[in-house]
């Protein structure tokens, strides 16, 4: 079964740091580009960031570049989330996420597996 | 940038009757366009993708339309098991505000 399971979710003041990671298991995790997407309290979906299978591409919503990174490691099949100069409006579930597809355009087959999110609360 | 939008914001409807949720996009997107349901407390299910087609285990009763900017999920024969809140995401980027499915 595949399956993604996400852990450092905390609580962090405004301006610190976390790094979110997620395991991915049941599929060879090289072939995959992987996503972050977040989900604030009460709120509709956000995508965060995506990367590639080799790493080679990453992308950000806006909102994050420059404050977050995300990078994996395929020999240890995970994707990291480095989130620093945490703001209030960061607080939020965040969700790894697995594409379908080992090819581009990697996104046509959709996201079919997610892991069921570590939650990440900024407030002073 | 590509700004999705979803409507209605709320659907009320019976087991047994149609739902009809609509997205649109602000520029095409070919048909590179996802649907995804979510239930309280859980993680999102892919639905359908590239428009019309269904995910792994999805029921028939599901089906997806469009091209461009419009795209249509439509489920018939409402079951209980439907009514949750439903979002598009166009390629592998932003999602729509979503769209719930309640039971009137």
């Known amino acids: 079964e595949m399956q993604l399971v996400e852990s450092g979710g905390d609580l962090v003041q405004p301006g610190g740091s976390l790094r979110l990671t997620c395991a991915g298991s049941g599929f060879t995790f090289a072939d995959y580009s992987m996503s972050w997407v977040r989900q604030a309290p009460g709120k509709g979906l956000e995508w965060v960031a995506n990367i590639k299978q080799d790493g080679s591409e990453k992308f950000y919503v806006d909102s994050v570049k420059g404050r977050f990174t995300i990078s994996r490691d395929n020999a240890k099949s995970s994707v990291f989330l480095e989130m620093n100069s945490l703001r209030v409006e960061d607080t939020a579930v965040y969700y790894c996420v697995k594409w379908s597809g080992t090819r581009d355009p990697y996104y046509y087959y959709g996201a079919d597996v997610w892991g069921h999110g570590t939650t990440v609360t900024v407030s002073s | 940038e590509i700004v999705l939008t979803q409507s209605p914001a709320i659907l009320s409807l019976s087991p047994g009757e149609t739902a009809t949720l609509s997205c649109r996009a602000s520029q095409s997107v070919t048909r590179y366009l996802a649907w995804y349901q979510q239930k309280p407390g859980q993680p999102p299910r892919l639905i359908m993708y590239?428009?019309?087609n269904r995910a792994t285990g999805i029921s028939s009763r599901f089906s997806g339309s469009g091209s461009g900017t419009d795209f249509t999920l439509t489920i018939t024969d409402l079951e209980p098991d439907d009514f949750a809140v439903y979002y598009c995401q166009q390629r592998s980027n932003n999602f729509g505000p979503g769209t719930k499915l309640e039971i009137k």
């Open positions: 590239s428009a019309f």
